[in-house]
C-alpha cells in the first residue's frame, strides 16, 4: 500500500462520530486528497524519472520526451499541472497511457489511482472502445486516430435505440485480432454504440423501486426504525417522489432544508467537501434524468449508483435484524457488493484515494453504517443553518 492511500486509511479508524469535532475532523480529510499534480510525480517516478520533484522544467522535459518518442504531440498544458494544479483533460489523460506504452489493466489503474474522478474506458463511446482495442493490442495512438478516422464515430440515443450492455461491448471487442476486424465490427455495429449506460441505468432504476417503491425500504424503514426521530414521507400508492426520497435516503428533515432556501437542492451544504467529492454529487435533477432515461454524465450515474447499493444494502440488514448495527462480516460484504455492483456496470471499484468514495468506505466500517452515514449530512445541514 503506497503511503498516500496510507495516509487516506488511518482516518477511516480513527474518526468516530461521537467526537466533539467530528465534522471538523471528516472536512480535514479532504486537505489530504492529493491534486493530479502529485499523483503524477508518482507515476513517472514509477516509469523512470530520477530527478527532483521540484524541477519543474525537468518534470515537463520528461512527458514530453515520452510523448515524443512515442511519436505524438505533447500537450501544451503539461507545464500547468504542477504550476497552477490544472486537472487533466480525460483525452489526454488516456494520451498519456499511449505516450507511456501502458496496456489495458495499467490505464484502468492509472485512472482509478492517478486520474481519481473518472471511470477509464466508456466503450460505449466509440473513441473509447478504439482506445481499449488499441491498448490492449499495444498499438500507437496514431494507430488510433487512424481507425477512428474510418468508422462513424457517434450514434445518438433515440426512441428505438437497442438497449446493450457494457460487458457485451467488451466482450466483443475481447474477441477481436486485428485492427481490420476493429472497423468492421465497429461500423456494422454502430448502433449499439450510444450515449447511456445501460447496465447501469437497469442496477439504478432496480435499486430505486426497492428503495422508493409503494412498499419500498423508505417507507418500511420509516415505519419500523424511525422511532424517536421520525420522518413523516410524503408517499402515494406509486410510491415516494424522488425529491422526497432523496431526503430520506440522506434522513434530512424537508422543513429545514427548505431554510437553505434552494429549488429542491442540498448544495449549500456540501461546499466544505473536496471539490471531487461535490463535483456530481447525487442529486434530485439526476436521479429524475436516469429514471426516465436521458443522458447525464459518467460521473453523476455512478455516484448515484454508489449511493443507492450502499443504502439498499444497510436498509436490507436493518430491517432484517431490526437494528442499524452492522453484523459481523457485514462491512466487508457491503465494499464488496458495492465494488461488484461498479465493475458491472464498467465503473471502477471504490477507491481511498477518491473523495466521494472516501465518505462511503469511512461510513462502512462503523458499528452503524448507515447511521454515521447520515449523521455526516444532518451535521453538515445544521453547520449551514447556523
Not at 504531440?73 to 503539461?78: A, D, G, N
Request: glycine residues 4%; contains cysteine; proline residues 4%.
Amino acid at each position: 500500500m503506497s503511503t498516500y492511500t496510507s495516509t487516506l486509511n488511518r482516518p477511516l479508524e480513527s474518526i468516530a462520530w461521537e467526537d466533539e469535532n467530528f465534522v471538523e475532523e471528516l472536512l480535514d480529510v479532504a486537505r489530504l486528497f492529493r491534486p493530479f499534480s502529485e499523483a503524477m510525480d508518482e507515476f513517472i517516478v514509477s516509469h523512470g524519472y530520477a530527478g527532483s520533484l521540484e524541477d519543474i522544467n525537468r518534470k515537463t522535459a520528461f512527458i514530453r520526451a515520452a510523448f515524443e518518442s512515442a511519436g505524438m504531440t505533447p500537450p501544451r498544458e503539461i507545464r500547468e499541472w504542477f504550476t497552477s494544479g490544472q486537472q487533466v483533460k480525460r483525452d489526454t489523460a488516456f494520451q498519456i497511457c499511449f505516450a507511456f506504452r501502458l496496456d489495458g489493466m495499467e490505464t484502468d489503474d492509472f485512472f482509478q489511482r492517478i486520474v481519481a474522478r473518472e471511470r477509464s474506458f466508456n466503450c460505449h463511446r466509440v473513441e473509447e472502445a478504439v482506445y481499449y482495442f488499441c491498448l490492449n493490442h499495444a498499438l500507437t495512438y496514431a494507430d488510433a486516430l487512424d481507425i477512428q478516422s474510418h468508422v462513424p464515430l457517434a450514434c445518438e440515443d433515440g426512441p428505438d435505440a437497442v438497449a446493450v450492455y457494457t460487458g457485451s461491448i467488451i466482450a466483443d471487442l475481447n474477441s477481436l485480432e486485428t485492427r481490420e476486424e476493429l472497423i468492421d465490427y465497429l461500423t456494422e455495429n454502430i448502433e449499439k454504440f450510444s450515449t447511456r449506460n445501460v447496465t447501469a441505468y437497469d442496477e439504478i432504476r432496480k435499486f430505486w423501486s426497492r428503495t422508493a417503491g409503494p412498499d419500498g425500504l423508505l417507507l418500511q424503514e420509516s415505519r419500523e426504525m424511525f422511532s424517536e426521530d421520525n420522518l413523516d414521507i410524503p408517499h402515494t400508492r406509486e410510491g415516494i417522489k424522488p425529491w422526497d426520497a432523496y431526503l430520506a435516503i440522506l434522513h434530512l428533515n424537508k422543513h429545514q432544508v427548505s431554510r437553505l432556501q434552494t429549488d429542491r437542492s442540498i448544495k449549500p451544504i456540501l461546499t466544505n467537501l473536496h471539490a471531487a467529492a461535490q463535483d456530481s454529487f447525487p442529486d434530485r435533477q439526476g436521479i429524475d434524468l436516469i429514471l426516465r432515461g436521458r443522458h447525464v454524465s459518467f460521473e453523476r450515474v455512478r455516484k448515484w449508483l454508489i449511493l443507492l447499493s450502499f443504502y439498499t444494502f444497510w436498509a436490507e440488514k436493518a430491517l432484517e435484524a431490526h437494528t442499524y448495527a452492522a453484523g459481523e462480516g457485514d462491512n466487508d460484504r457491503c465494499v464488496k457488493s458495492m465494488n461488484s455492483h461498479l465493475t458491472m456496470a464498467g465503473y471502477p471499484e471504490l477507491f481511498v484515494g477518491n473523495p466521494y468514495d472516501w465518505i462511503f468506505l469511512y461510513a462502512a466500517k462503523d458499528a452503524e453504517p448507515l447511521v454515521i452515514f447520515r449523521e455526516i449530512w444532518k451535521s453538515l445541514l445544521g453547520a449551514a443553518l447556523e
